[in-house]
T-cell receptor, first 115, second 117 residues
């Protein structure tokens, strides 16, 4: 079965500082990994994905994520946080080998960026 | 990417009544739609998968008689919460299966906040 873990319920960071939101995954085959952001009472917005190729993936709004196969991780990063980045972030995985096309989400991490 | 419209954005209903949530794929023909539920401060959990022209498939623990799903056309899937109770209060969100490609990101509706009083 595929699963995703986000070990931190909340991450606090000062504006201008780098941020990291952690994600680890478990799949039986090749992982296809995604990051989404959710603002209050809104749907999910796609940030970036890892399919294959370079381990460092760049996405929307200056976010990037690093795929690490040996550590089964896909941490979300941004060099300089903005107050407007404050939101709920979800890591998700799709494992084609299972035939399950729906995404499996992590528990979410609330990012709070202080001015 | 696919544009998904969900209606209503929020709804308050009395306990015992039914509520219908619509999910429209505006620019994409969706043969399959995924319905998720999100409780406060929790993750999104897949409830069911609707299939155009056939019965929906439900995840374990989800009551199919309570959460009626209809996928009448390639652009519309509906979720009806029947005889709603306060514990059904949640955020419901849909996303079409975009061609089944494993490397394709999912696009979501804006979600529906259901409050049952």
């Amino acid at each position: 079965a595929q699963s995703v873990a986000q070990p931190e319920d909340q991450v606090n960071v000062a504006e201008g500082n780098p941020l990291t939101v952690k994600c680890t995954y478990s799949v039986s085959g090749n992982p296809y990994l995604f990051w989404y952001v959710q603002y209050p009472n809104r749907g999910l917005q796609f940030l970036l994905k890892y399919i294959t190729g370079d381990n460092l993936v760049k996405g929307s709004y200056g976010f990037e994520a690093e795929f690490n196969k040996s550590q089964t991780s896909f941490h979300l990063k941004k060099p300089s946080a903005l107050v407007s980045d404050s939101a709920l972030y979800f890591c998700a995985v799709r494992d084609w080998n299972t035939g399950r096309r729906a995404l499996t989400f992590g528990s979410g991490t609330r990012l709070q960026v202080q001015p | 990417g696919a544009v998904v419209s969900q209606h209503p954005s929020w709804v308050i209903c009395k306990s015992g009544t039914s509520v219908k949530i619509e999910c429209r794929s505006l620019d994409f023909q969706a043969t399959t739609m995924f319905w998720y539920r999100q409780f406060p401060k929790q993750s999104l959990m897949l409830m069911a998968t609707s299939n155009e022209g056939s019965k929906a498939t439900y995840e374990q623990g989800v009551e199919k008689d309570k959460f009626l799903i209809n996928h009448a056309s390639l652009t519309l899937s509906t979720l009806t919460v029947t005889s709603a109770h306060p514990e059904d209060s949640s955020f419901y969100i849909c996303t079409p299966n975009t061609g089944g490609l494993v490397n394709t990101e999912a696009f979501f509706g804006q979600g529906t906040r259901l409050t049952v009083v």
